[in-house]
């Protein structure tokens, strides 16, 4: 059985950082695109980041508009596991945080694309 499972999520002060993981089991994250997604309240879902599988100077990641320059998306392959390190927080970015995976390579901006999502973390920026 497979699952993704998010942590890290918490409450923060805008302007602060947070780092969110995931973890896989039942599934090889290394020859996967993986993601994040956010849901925030009254809000559509919408993507936040993704990383293809590939690492080191092939490795290749897309961000929203929104998040560029402030989230960075990782991924260690050997630990099965992929992060979002958020820093300069704003309370729009108070969500709760999916990760997210394809068994496709590389990443793509469409919920439709995953195959496999967490259950989410609750991200809460404070102003």
């Known amino acids: 059985q497979v699952h993704l499972r998010e942590s890290g999520g918490g409450l923060v002060q805008a302007g602060g950082s947070l780092r969110i993981s995931c973890g896989a089991s039942g599934l090889t994250l290394s020859s996967r695109a993986m993601g994040w997604f956010r849901q925030g309240p009254g809000k559509d879902r919408e993507f936040v980041a993704g990383i293809n599988c590939r690492a080191g100077t092939t490795a290749y990641a897309d961000y929203a508009d929104s998040v560029k320059g402030r989230f960075t998306i990782s991924r260690d392959n050997a630990k099965n596991t992929v992060a979002l390190q958020m820093n300069s927080l704003e309370p729009e970015d108070t969500a709760v945080y999916y990760c997210?995976?394809?068994?496709?390579?590389?990443?793509?901006?469409?919920?439709?694309?995953?195959?496999?999502w967490g259950q989410g973390t609750q991200v809460t920026v404070s102003s």
């Open positions: 997210v995976s394809s068994f496709r390579c590389d990443p793509y901006r469409s919920q439709g694309y995953y195959d496999y």
